[in-house]
């Protein structure tokens, strides 16, 4: 069984995640990136969030709030990590 799947949106052949609603495993469905925010799910985690005022607006990212805080953190630490070495470098 392959874990790859094609987006569900009509006409997009896009590789896919799967989707949930409201963490019902037996409800998935399948999305691209631009398919899942346009169906209301988070890319990053594959959870449906539409409807929620910081998912819905503002968002250019198109992750939840925890997605967004994951990548967010990350970016910090590789920044930090990268300050380092060159202050390292410096000395």
Not at 25 to 36: K, M, N, Q
Request: hydrophobic letters at 25%; a negative charge; one cysteine or more.
């Amino acid at each position: 069984m392959s874990d790859k799947f094609l987006c569900e949106e009509p006409g997009c052949d896009e590789q896919a995640i799967e989707c949930y609603l409201n963490d019902d495993a037996d409800t998935v469905e399948h999305f691209c990136p631009i398919h899942c925010y346009k169906n209301g799910y988070c890319y990053g985690c594959g959870n449906f969030f539409c409807g929620m005022e910081d998912f819905d607006f503002n968002n250019p990212s198109h992750l939840c709030f925890n997605c967004r805080t994951e990548v967010n953190s990350d970016i910090e630490d590789e920044e930090l990590s990268t300050e380092m070495s060159e202050w390292d470098l410096e000395l």
